[in-house]
């Protein structure tokens, strides 16, 4: 069992920059693939971003790419994602997830964090 606590989330203006972290408690951190998601108020919880469990390989959703930047640290047990140019509409709640293999699809992770909440003002 992976216990997973994000944290970072906050309210921040229009074009402003936050890093929200996810700490996992499982020793074999290093053997998920991670991954990012945001849900909406009355929204689908959606694809962000993923991180293949070594760190080489790195998934955007389109509307995010070239402005957030996923990251981790296993020696920490914590996956990054830096958040730049933040718009309005990148306000939801991000929740980090670990999967045993890359995934772009919420189906295909096992483990979930609570979540932290991310305001976007304009």
């Known amino acids: 069992q992976v216990q997973l606590v994000e944290s970072g989330g906050g309210l921040v203006q229009a074009g402003g920059s936050l890093r929200l972290s996810c700490a996992a408690s499982?020793?074999?951190?290093?053997?998920?693939?991670m991954g990012w998601f945001r849900q909406a108020p009355g929204k689908e919880r959606e694809f962000v971003a993923a991180?293949?469990?070594?760190?080489?390989?790195?998934y955007y959703a389109d509307s995010v790419k070239d402005r957030f930047a996923i990251s981790r640290d296993n020696a920490k047990s914590t996956v990054y994602l830096q958040m730049n140019s933040l718009k309005p509409e990148d306000t939801a709640v991000y929740y980090c997830?670990?999967?045993?293999?890359?995934?772009?699809?919420?189906?295909?992770?096992?483990?979930w964090g609570q979540g932290t909440q991310v305001t976007v003002s304009s």
């Open positions: 997830a670990a999967a045993p293999v890359t995934r772009t699809q919420v189906a295909g992770y096992d483990y």
């Open positions: 499982e020793r074999t951190f290093r053997s998920y693939a």
């Open positions: 991180i293949s469990w070594g760190g080489g390989s790195t």
